[in-house]
């Protein structure tokens, strides 16, 4: 927790922005031919040689999107890149570059940013990507991240949502439904913890779905396994908001309908305990909860064969002409409209 007061705190008065900027990225190098030139000038320089360029911007609020709390400050750094990330492989694109911009209030001290840029720095160079320039400014209100990622990605490669046709295959990475719950978790603890400050909660049984929401992971991995199994997208999208957000998203950009079948839907084993424990029905959790950062995808029937022994892909739905609509087929065989209920950032 930040608030130790028995650790060291150097205020970040005493260094002054550029001060700053160059002591938290003094650690960062540069791996990528196209990063010309990257932090220490007015702009970063970029040179892609032909390939196309994606861009995507994530920004986090404290209070809105994470709790510091329990949210550890190397792990906030690790997660405000990997969301982005999340965007530029759901491109089926590379990402290559980072732009960080934060807003801190004087309660923060220079190693609690030490701590958030490590996270940073870990997630770069895990995932290969130049750190080339970013932002420092004061706040009245908390902690925000502005995390920009650039990326690549052949003419021919790009994917968008707007690509899937009927007939097509709904696809799924991994398992869904573990950041929210892993929040369920971390929120009820809290309680606990306003309530007796000694109680030490036992957090064993919730690693998966904790870590699904403290630490996600891009999926880097399915952008390469597609390429080598020779299967190029139809459309594709990453699951931020939560499966049905997600799969309207898609249907609505393409102008397709769809049937996503509830009994096809991953859930790893933990998920399926936590619900039971939570009296949550699984479902709701896979299709509103959000933050899984898995990718969803549509591909053309004939490339089933290519995928179907992937055990880090599962077939969840099929498209439809526009006219049919969007639903889900419960376990029962019945038809329910898909509503759109992940979340949202403006609640009425």
């Known amino acids: 927790m930040i608030e130790d007061k028995n650790q060291e705190r150097t205020p970040l008065s005493s260094l002054g922005e550029f001060a700053l900027i160059e002591h938290l990225t003094k650690n960062f190098k540069l791996q990528h031919k196209s990063t010309i030139k990257g932090i220490g ?5 970029l040179d892609f040689k032909g390939k196309k360029v994606v861009v995507t911007n994530d920004l986090l609020v404290e209070g809105v999107h994470f709790d510091l709390s329990y949210m550890p400050l190397k792990h906030l750094g690790y997660k405000s890149v990997i969301v982005n990330l999340s965007d530029v492989y759901a491109m089926n694109a590379i990402p290559t570059q980072i732009t960080v911009s934060i807003a801190v209030s004087n309660r923060f001290p220079l190693e ?23 932002d ?9 991240i502005s ?5 690549e990605v052949n003419e021919n490669d790009v994917v968008y949502r707007s690509g899937a046709k009927p007939n097509d295959l709904l696809v799924v990475s991994g398992d869904l439904g573990g950041a929210y719950l892993g929040l369920q978790v971390l929120e009820r603890e809290k309680e606990v913890f306003k309530v007796n400050p000694n109680s030490q909660p036992d957090l064993e049984p919730y690693t998966y779905i904790i870590e699904r929401q403290l630490k996600p992971e891009a999926r880097k991995d399915i952008v390469k396994l597609l390429g080598d199994l020779g299967v190029k997208p139809t459309s594709m999208i990453d699951i931020s908001d939560g499966l049905s957000s997600e799969v309207i998203h898609i249907c609505t950009q393409s102008k397709v309908g769809c049937d996503l079948y509830e009994n096809k839907i991953p859930l790893d084993p933990t998920v399926i305990a936590a619900c039971e424990e939570f009296n949550i029905d699984s479902t709701t959790v896979a299709l509103s909860g959000g933050e899984d950062y898995e990718l969803l995808f549509t591909i053309a029937q004939d490339d089933y064969p290519k995928i179907k022994a992937n055990p880090n892909l599962t077939v969840i739905g099929y498209i439809k002409e526009e006219t049919e609509g969007v639903h889900l087929i419960t376990r029962g065989d019945s038809r329910i409209p898909l509503k759109a209920q992940g979340w949202k950032n403006f609640n009425d």
């Open 112 to 134: 609690a940013l030490e701590e958030l840029y490590a996270g940073i720095e870990t997630a770069a160079n895990i995932y290969n990507i130049d750190v080339v320039g970013g």
């Open 41 to 45: 000038d007015d702009a970063a320089v």
């Open 136 to 144: 420092t400014t004061s706040s009245t209100t908390g902690l925000l």
């Open 147 to 151: 995390v920009t990622a650039v990326g």
